[in-house]
């Protein structure tokens, strides 16, 4: 289910970036600044940078498990569905040279996401049916916090936001047991 939001994130971008400046190829990407090794990661200079920073089990949300009906007449029992929030870093990765289109980059997803900031199957049918909704909202970094947060990567800052995406629902659907349904609310009381 990440990867979906995260493809569809990526397209949605580059589809309107691509229209905004007149691009010809894709400049949102999917990946990290770094390697495993500590390398810098091939091919992503002069691009937008999405990277998965963190998920959170969103606790909000009161996870009963559910019934589901089936052909028969009966309830099937599952599960609760677990509810994430992703933080997504935004990283405007240009050169020193192209700074400025850095800032470009950066300000033209900002304002995409502050024009569309809830994406639906409804309003977007490229979205993953599976995927109920993705709600955006900038998240706040405290200067410290963020340095630990590049510390971590082990890249240079660039320019970059970070937002939390609201809620990706995980639900198997696996059947635990039948239930029967309820036929009737029959009583029978002798006087």
Same mark, same amino acid.
């Given at each position: 289910?990440?990867?979906?939001?995260?493809?569809?994130?990526?397209?949605?971008? &580059?589809?309107?970036? $691509?229209?905004?400046?007149?691009? &010809?190829?894709?400049?949102?990407?999917?990946?990290?600044? =770094? &390697?495993?090794?500590?390398? @810098?990661?091939? +091919?992503?200079? +002069?691009? *937008?940078?999405?990277?998965?920073?963190?998920?959170?089990?969103?606790?909000? =949300?009161? +996870?009963?498990?559910?019934?589901?009906?089936?052909?028969?007449?009966?309830?099937? $029992?599952?599960?609760?569905? *677990?509810?994430?929030?992703?933080?997504?870093?935004?990283? !405007? +990765?240009?050169?020193?040279? &192209?700074?400025?289109?850095?800032?470009?980059?950066?300000? !033209?997803?900002?304002?995409?996401?502050?024009?569309?900031?809830?994406?639906?199957?409804?309003?977007?049918?490229?979205?993953?049916?599976?995927?109920?909704?993705?709600?955006?909202?900038?998240?706040? @970094?405290?200067?410290?916090?963020?340095?630990?947060?590049?510390?971590?990567?082990? !890249? $240079?800052? =660039?320019?970059?936001? *970070?937002?939390?995406?609201?809620?990706?629902?995980?639900?198997?659907?696996?059947?635990?047991?039948? =239930?029967? !349904? *309820?036929?009737?609310?029959?009583?029978?009381?002798?006087?």
């Amino acid at each position: 289910m990440l990867d979906k939001a995260l493809t569809f994130i990526a397209s949605y971008l &580059n589809q309107n970036l $691509k229209m905004t400046f007149g691009l &010809n190829e894709d400049v949102a990407v999917l990946g990290s600044l =770094v &390697n495993l090794d500590g390398s @810098i990661t091939k +091919n992503i200079e +002069n691009k *937008v940078i999405l990277s998965i920073i963190n998920l959170e089990h969103e606790k909000t =949300v009161k +996870n009963m498990g559910g019934y589901i009906p089936n052909q028969q007449g009966s309830f099937g $029992k599952v599960d609760p569905p *677990v509810y994430l929030n992703l933080y997504l870093l935004v990283s !405007a +990765n240009y050169n020193s040279e &192209n700074y400025l289109e850095s800032l470009k980059m950066l300000s !033209a997803v900002i304002g995409l996401f502050q024009s569309s900031i809830i994406f639906t199957p409804k309003t977007h049918p490229e979205l993953d049916p599976l995927i109920e909704r993705l709600t955006f909202e900038i998240y706040n @970094i405290p200067i410290q916090e963020l340095s630990h947060i590049w510390s971590g990567i082990g !890249a $240079k800052y =660039v320019p970059s936001m *970070v937002y939390k995406i609201r809620m990706i629902c995980f639900q198997k659907g696996i059947i635990k047991e039948e =239930v029967s !349904a *309820v036929s009737g609310l029959g009583t029978n009381i002798k006087k």
